[in-house]
């Protein structure tokens, strides 16, 4: 091989300096990419700034006289900061400890710390004590923040929950913002608190606080500065507290553990005074059971009857006169044996009697005579098959056919007279919410044209119809004062000396137990109020009449003193 | 003989001595502020105050050190070096971990002082390799003349390997490459000895590591070493080639992530690349002019780890920005670096000039591999930065490097007046 060259000190200096210039030059020009040209003062502001949402607190729900039925009360809340997952996994479960909270499963945590970086609120509402029990641990308890944080109180003791709702975490239905803020204040879940949650929620704020690597917070709001939250405006209902309370005691001491619905309505304006049930939808704590009063669909049954009695009468039905078949406990049409509740017979009844006797055979030679079509329009005309728009987003709409053609479109099978007759008894496919039957003895009863439900104080809705004929819907309405009159199927509705009427499901003899559901209206004179009651696992048939005559006596009492006619 | 030259008889290079007490002191500075943070950790916060104290001791050492004849150091080399070995192979039964060598085995306790032997085996190994190298009557001309020189960067570079400490063995590997090339070995052999780094780095892509064969086989044709040495090249270059990627594939995905981290932080933002992101973001968060000292919110946060020993640059770059910080620091860096050279340069003695050319290897590559670190442009390794980082037996260690280099400026001038 050639000599290799050696080069000489002053060429390896040069070579060394300039290898050196050449790499200290790559740092500079690195340091100024990083430095100057793209900067870090945001991604460094990032690191260290958390943001801590501060919840605008709800507005209340008020009753018709100003009394709150849900409102926002000073608490605590425990919040966890955006963190590791692990870190965060540890300090939930410390502070599960020293909450002395049950033990969150890791599928829980997993969901919580899933998405975008967010504050996370572990517990609220909470006392004193337990903040200090935080307190205590909170060298350990690294991204841990405790907060002022507002607690939905509700009145009664959640005795107004089916109307009233309830709020809760829901991220599933709120989309998340940019700092997760929607994602930790709860949002109305049900009744009026879901249905007006744009109104009641208010604008929740923001603070900053500065936190160190380790998860201590060092300062708060010097960084950026604070977006305080705007309260939630207040919504005044159109209920009364008073009236609530005594409805919801009296049906939870009437149905015990099983389902019931109750409901009062001023027959005139159309105000909800009050709404209450018992059984899982009455519970703040559980979500999706339908509302007794506006999801749960029954059998209208004797209820339809004075709807069948006024079209009978319009349509020139002689009330004198008795039906053609009397009633033998059911007649034959065709090849079918329609029955009437009462197994025994009515015998010859007109139309007075039946409406007071609740006989089906009378009203099914009525739905015969009538035609399907009328009584289809009738429905239409009650919207039987629409929601009444009370605002509660829990309410479904009734069932009942808007056409033939939709019977035979759900059904498969096509409409007959048969089918007339059915409906004429409030049978078939005639399935009604109490909150559509309010408003259709509302129609029956009332002396003038009945208004629409509604919540909201100040609101005003029109019933979709009202009946010409006013003799027509006196004469069902006293038919149906007989009901609650001394001797009638719901006597004990009327034993107090009040004007009423109305109407009760019967039971076929032998029935032990099943749905008792009365519709009627009462007033000192007249008919002020709608009252109905529904019990699904009643031990008599007029237990409901028995719970609407006693909330209506006390409401008139409130309002009168004493009955016109001089109460017991 | 004027001051000047009697300055420079007795302090060796007062410019690079006073450029080393400038940076000595804004270190102590930088280390104060550095342990300033909003929740104050007890371990650090007293850091400043034993930086001092070793300061002052590696001043006292230097003027020592400075005092004692090149001769004697060529003398002292092998006895450093053995007590060197020995020490480091002490640590690999004894050693522990601190800092970001929390997981190695770098440092030996000793009451409650803590000595990082590898930091004086790196003196040593300089001194011996400028024997090694300084003694030869010629340059290395063929890589079997190697063997001496290999061997003695070798054993440290494995042994520190061993604990396990990459950073000073890039050092150590630094200085090796250093040392070889200031005794006048050929470039052309030195390409040779560090092809199969190359070839492993390039493997990564068939094409690149095609070309780069070509390439190779075009230089040896041309450089027309020894056949046997071509051939031994090729083999190597091509076994580097073959291996790399097996190796490669054989590492778990979280080992590949380790190394694969500071090019791209964000695969494991939380784990390996959370060093490296603080630190760029702190950095970068200093701007052109910085948050002022002792200001730092990366650094007052604690979100910079490690931020008084080897990410203190980050701590410079945060408060005192690109102008008033970082750009000085490296302006300070490149004349220390100079007047290394120009002390190697002017050296008459073999020997000595490959010391001084040696500690310039050591210190370039400390400077380069810590710097380049917290701006992502290397891979976290966990070497300090000369005289600004936290450390007792590192800055002792520079302090004697310094005293050797300075004696050698001394005696240059001795006998030049």
Redesign the interface.
Known sequence: ???????P??R??R???GL??L??L???L???R???V????G???D??VRAVPLPAARGAILDRHGEPLAESVPGYAVLLLPA?RDTLRAVLTALTEALALPPVADARIDSLLDGPPRPIVVARGLSMERVAAVEERRPALRHVLVEPWPTRSYALDGAAAPVVGRVGANPAREPADAAGVSRVQYVGLSGLEREHEQRLRGTAGLRYV?????G?V??AGVERPVVPPRPGSDLATTLDRGLQRQLASLLSEAAGPSTAGALIQDIATGEVLALAATGDSASTDTAGAPNPVVGTRRPTATLFHPVTALLALEDGVDPQRPAAVPCRGGMRYGHRYFRCWNGGGHGALDLAGALEAGCDVYFYQAGLRLGLQALLDAGSRLGLHRRTGVGLPEERPGLFPPSAEWIREETGWSATPATALELAGGRGLDRQTLMRMVQVYAVLLSDSAAAGPVLVAGESRATEWSPDDRESRLRVREALRRVTAPGGAAAVTGDRGWWSAGQLVRWRSGTRRGTSWFVGAFGRSGPEIVVTVALDAAASQDAAARVAGAAADWYLRRRHGTPATGGP | MGLSDRLKKHFGDPFLLGLVLLLSLFGVAMVYSAVQLDVPNPATAGAWRMQVVWLVISLIALAVVVRIPVQWYEWIAIPAYVIGIIALMATLVIGVGRGTAEGTKSWLALGPIAVQPSQFVNVATILMLGRVLGGRREPPRSILDLWAPVLVAGLPMGLVMLQPDLGTAMVLGAVFVATLFWSGMPLGLLFMLLSPLLALFLSVSTWLFSIYMLGLVLFLILYRPYLWEAITVGAVNLIAGTIAVPLWNSLEQYQKNRLLVFLDPSLDPRGAGYQLIQSQVAIGSGGLMGKGFGDGTQKRLAFLPEQHTDFIFSVIGEELGFLLGTVPVIIVFGLILWRLVRIAERSADPFAGIVAFGIFGAWFAHVFVNVGMTIGLMPITGIPLPFLSYGGSFLLATFLALGIAQRVAAEHTRSTI
């Open positions: 091989m050639d000599e290799p060259r050696t080069l000190p002053e390896r200096a070579y060394a300096l050196a210039f790499a200290l790559l740092l500079l690195a340091l100024f990083t430095q100057v793209r900067g870090g003062g991604a460094a502001a690191e260290r590791p500065r936190m160190d690597a380790r201590s060092v300062s």
